[in-house]
């Protein structure tokens, strides 16, 4: 099975950079997967890595390492419409089930 | 459609009672996911399908909740006698192929009273 560990909350001001970690543990691997949340909205997908490295999209930037099965979301420049809740996720093959981790809460404020 | 269609968006069903919740996914999507939402918790995965592969059950948390896929098309989740920890968000998603980024519907809202 697949388990996937992500700090609950994390706070932080307009313009700031905030990091949220991700740590798995997976009987194989096949991509670590980003989704945002917020409030009674649907889960919306932000990044993808299959291999180690930094991956950047505009203000947001997503890591991984696979040897040490840990990844992590990078915002820069937050605003407040950041203030969401964002899953690390992953699949231990193709073709399987994506797992999400329980979330971190993000709270963006002025 | 345009995107992954869920209905209905919010039911209110006696314990007890049988609920059938529907999912449309995006046409053309081999992949089908079920998940379950609690309040202010994580997104637990209930089934997925995957093409004519058989499906994924291991996420189901009893034998009290069942689901099926007509080919690539719609999906039902059914619970039998619901109970009040039943009550949550249920979502679907949709991906293109098995191992591409999910689409997620709205949800349906359950509550058990």
């Known amino acids: 099975g697949q388990s996937l560990e992500q700090p609950s909350e994390v706070t932080a001001v307009e313009g700031a950079i905030v990091q949220i970690n991700c740590t798995y543990q997976?009987?194989?691997?096949?991509?670590l997967s980003w989704y945002q949340q917020h409030d009674g909205g649907a889960p919306t997908f932000l990044s993808y890595?299959?291999?180690?490295g930094l991956e950047e999209t505009g203000r947001f930037s997503s890591f991984l390492s696979r040897s040490d099965s840990y990844g992590y979301l990078l915002l820069q420049e937050l605003q407040m419409k950041d203030s969401a809740s964002y899953f690390c996720?992953?699949?231990?093959?193709?073709?399987?089930?994506?797992?999400f981790g329980k979330g971190t809460t993000l709270s963006v404020s002025s | 459609g345009a995107g992954v269609s869920q209905s209905p968006s919010n039911k209110v069903t006696e314990k007890g009672k049988d609920v059938e919740l529907r999912c449309d996914p995006i046409?053309?999507?081999?992949?089908l996911y079920w998940y379950r939402q609690r309040l202010g918790q994580g997104l637990e995965f209930l089934i997925y399908?995957?093409?004519?592969?058989?499906?994924?059950k291991s996420g189901l948390p009893s034998d009290r909740f069942s689901a099926e896929r007509t080919g690539e098309s719609v999906s039902t989740l059914t619970i039998q006698r619901t109970q009040q920890e039943d009550s949550a968000v249920y979502l679907c998603?949709?991906?293109?192929?098995?191992?591409?980024?999910?689409?997620f519907g709205q949800g349906t809202r359950l509550t058990v009273v």
């Open positions: 998603a949709s991906s293109a192929t098995g191992d591409t980024e999910a689409f």
């Open positions: 997976t009987s194989g691997f096949y991509g």
């Open positions: 890595n299959a291999l180690d």
């Open positions: 996720a992953v699949r231990d093959q193709a073709g399987t089930a994506l797992i």
């Open positions: 046409s053309g999507h081999t992949a």
């Open positions: 399908f995957q093409g004519n592969s058989a499906p994924d």
